[in-house]
């Protein structure tokens, strides 16, 4: 059964022209679409375009062209649903500190024109963990009680869509964890997770799909798993009986990254080379394998290898 697709992007494009100097281009064609009910992570480096594109859905910035619709909604024709259908998480933390969580989220409210009957402050509190906060002056909490709170802020008008820009930046590694398990748990509630992030461990673990942007271009757009397929060189670490000295040349794509007397590291392309003719040319040169470990290769050399300039 297919999946409703929440937000559909199609030839997308902005460019930023200040007077007196060259046009640049933040976006530039991109085409992409997210599923409702999926984990969809952004990645690029610095500048690649994520915050341009996160401004562009929430409507304060607007595009050179292109076609954007979320949630059945036309950006062009209908800005207001778009805007509602989105809750969105900044990267920088922006709370007053003389109010507590539930007057916060009770202003917030307010300023989406819900009435005080139908505000759900008290549940969004206990989805975020912050119940017992719920008094308490926003000074008064920790680094990750605020940056949960951010959460709850977006979760004011039950948006179907919630767009997290560098959610755990500056965040350790406990206040992360919690921070995930409540993406989690809305996930699970049926919300839809678009997110940025520099944790190329944390998108591998937690996003379905993953688009990578670079220099304003989509450069890559799957599934998790086979982005991490589509990695060809594969590492090998072999632990011999004595020093063995191997001839790289032999094969075309093989390198010797390190080599002890103990131990030898050695890359290779999987699809010119397999692993036992690596071990039969060891064995060839004098030396007993020990023991044998290898590396696939994560999200991290998917990335590195598609916005490497």
Not at 182 to 197: D, P, R, S
Request: with cysteine; net charge positive; hydrophobic share 40%.
């Amino acid at each position: 059964m297919n999946k409703k697709n929440v937000l559909t992007v199609k030839n997308l494009n902005k460019t930023y022209q200040k007077k007196g100097s060259n046009p640049v281009t933040a976006i530039e064609n991109l085409n992409l679409s997210v599923q409702q009910g999926e984990i969809f992570g952004l990645l690029g480096p610095n500048g690649a375009g994520k915050t341009t594109f996160i401004n562009i859905l929430s409507g304060s910035v607007m595009k050179t062209s292109g076609f954007v619709e979320v949630w059945g909604f036309n950006l062009d024709k209908n800005p207001r649903q778009v805007r509602a259908s989105i809750g969105i998480v900044a990267q920088d933390v922006n709370l007053d500190p003389f109010f507590t969580p539930e007057s916060l989220l009770d202003l917030q409210a307010g300023l989406y024109g819900i009435k005080k009957k139908d505000r759900i402050t008290s549940k969004i509190l206990n989805l975020v963990s912050l119940e017992k906060q719920a008094k308490s002056y926003a000074r008064s909490l920790s680094g990750g009680m605020k940056r949960r709170l951010m959460v709850a802020k977006s979760l004011v008008h039950q948006p179907p869509i919630i767009i997290l820009d560098e959610p755990t930046a500056g965040v350790d590694v406990e206040l992360r964890q919690n921070l995930w398990k409540n993406v989690k748990t809305l996930n699970q509630e049926g919300v839809t997770i678009i997110l940025t992030t520099h944790y190329l461990e944390e998108a591998e673990k937690m996003c379905d799909r993953i688009g990578i942007l670079n220099k304003g271009n989509l450069v890559a757009l799957d599934t998790t798993q086979k982005l991490l397929e589509k990695i060809q060189i594969k590492k090998i670490s072999i632990k011999v009986n004595n020093r063995v000295n191997i001839n790289e040349n032999k094969f075309k794509t093989l390198k010797i990254v390190s080599s002890t007397n103990n131990e030898i590291n050695l890359s290779y392309d999987k699809n010119e080379l397999k692993i036992d003719q690596i071990i039969k040319l060891i064995e060839e040169n004098g030396a007993r394998i020990l023991d044998l470990s290898t590396d696939d290769g994560d999200l991290e050399d998917v990335f590195l290898s598609l916005t490497k300039s």
